[in-house]
């Protein structure tokens, strides 16, 4: 394996930094290392570099520079969101989120449910989509926060945030949204929704890892998670991150610029991949909304193998780096409870492989995987006893 290339379709899980962020990024690792919280001239600099950060991403998500606090990553914004509402939503205490969510989200409730917060978990269809009635039922005058993602990091299906904010709204509630996975792929203009909070990570758009964004909304009620200094006025403590802010600047800078390209770019490889894997290796399916899901993301269900044995033999057979899920869970043997939830079959739920892909991936890459795929899939089957068995019918 040294000597192939890696062909890396994972990035829902991370990206790769480009390389006009890393240099933007430079200058304050060396030259310009003032700390911008300081009163002095060489501070200027640092300062003023936040500053731009700060108006690039409230013009890529459509909102107002003074609604973006810089945090650590998604996780910690997500719960600095839901933790904020429930401090500040006096008399509620209830949350309501989804079965599909990230482990950021779902680990957090489970925590705060053993603090006696109720929490609901909304169930899902067979293509990974809310049943809208059901929203409506759980929502009422307990309802402290209402969180559910933009986007689903396992299969690429999107939720309708616009209108579950509406609802949350109209029952007295907060909405928060993790869109992790959705900035830059699907078109969001903040100011013209009732979002109250929204969580981004940069390392999913290449941008450094170690830097994400809280948008707030102006005026939503909000407690800080992290007490102590004045950074990010007084709503978030501790000594900016400069160079990672720059570089998250620098990536939605390029996001501005050729977000479009890049959306058609992606879908296009994704498309491809899909009608060739369809096509050669038979007994497979892609999972959750073909009409609703991210431009990049493919979740492929291989019938009858395991989709651990298809990612071992791609990347040892021919360099490639795809996922079965959530990176945050990669060191599980359990079936993904997003696709749990969806109700996959047994003999599908443990054989899905997740491929996304970049502006980096290339017609080539895809060439890679589709020579690659119907030899690893007959290598699994003939190996496995529910391959031959299907075969012999």
Same mark, same amino acid.
């Given at each position: 394996m *040294? ?7 994972? @990035? ?9 962020v ?13 700390? &911008?919280?300081?009163?002095? &001239? ?5 300062a003023d570099g936040? =500053? ?17 606090i ?32 990230h *482990?950021? !989200?779902?680990?957090?409730?489970? @925590? ?5 917060? *109720? ?16 929203v ?26 616009? %209108? ?23 078109p969001?203009?903040?100011?013209e929704?009732? !979002? ?14 170690g ?6 909304? =102006?005026?939503t &009620? ?18 900016e ?18 977000a479009?390209? %890049? ?6 490889l ?11 290796? *038979?007994?497979?399916?892609v999972?959750?909304?073909? %009409? ?24 040892h ?11 945050c ?29 970049? =502006? ?8 890679? !995987?589709?020579?690659?795929? &119907? ?5 699994? =089957? ?12």
């Open positions: *040294p000597d192939k290339k890696i062909i890396y379709v994972d @990035n829902n899980a991370t990206t790769q930094m480009a390389p006009e890393l240099d933007a990024m430079m200058p304050f690792m060396t030259e310009y290392y003032g700390n &911008p919280s300081s009163t002095y &001239p060489f501070s200027k600099k640092p936040i =500053r731009s950060a700060r108006k690039s991403m409230a013009e890529l998500l459509g909102c107002d520079p003074a609604e973006i810089f945090t650590s990553c998604g996780s910690e914004s997500d719960n600095t969101a839901i933790r904020s509402a429930l401090a500040t939503q006096s008399g509620r205490k209830k949350i309501v989120t989804t079965a599909v969510e *482990p950021a !989200i779902l680990n957090l409730c489970r @925590n705060l449910e053993k603090q006696g917060f *109720p929490v609901v978990y909304l169930g899902v269809d067979s293509k990974g989509r809310l049943n809208m009635d059901e409506h039922a759980a929502i009422d005058e307990d309802t402290a926060i209402v969180s559910v993602m933009h986007a689903n990091n396992e299969t690429g299906t999107i939720f309708p945030i616009v %209108e579950l904010a509406e609802i949350a709204h109209q029952n007295g509630a907060l909405f928060h949204t993790d869109a992790v996975q959705s900035v830059g792929k699907v969001i203009c903040l100011r929704t009732k !979002i109250d909070f929204l969580s981004l990570s940069g390392h999913k758009f290449h941008a450094p890892k830097v994400g964004v809280l948008y707030r909304r =102006r005026n &009620p909000y407690k800080p998670l992290l007490i102590g200094g004045h950074q990010e006025r007084a709503q978030r403590a501790g000594t991150n400069v160079t990672n802010i720059i570089g998250l600047g620098k990536a939605a800078d390029l996001l501005l610029a050729g479009t390209q %890049e959306i058609a770019h992606i879908r296009k994704r498309d491809r991949m899909e009608q060739g894997i369809l096509a050669s290796c *038979p007994d497979t399916f999972n959750g909304d073909l %009409e609703n899901r991210l431009p990049g993301t493919s979740n492929i269900a291989f019938q009858y193998i395991e989709g651990e044995a298809i990612l071992l033999h791609l990347y057979d021919a360099g490639i780096c795809a996922s079965s899920g959530s990176a869970t990669s060191d599980s043997l359990e079936a993904s409870h997003v696709l749990q939830a969806m109700g996959l079959p047994f003999q599908s739920l443990h054989g899905s492989v997740r491929f996304s892909f970049s =502006r980096y991936n290339t017609e080539e890459d895809v060439d890679v !995987i589709l020579a690659a795929m &119907p030899k690893i899939v007959k290598t699994l =089957r003939d190996l496995s006893p529910f391959g031959r068995m299907n075969e012999s019918k």
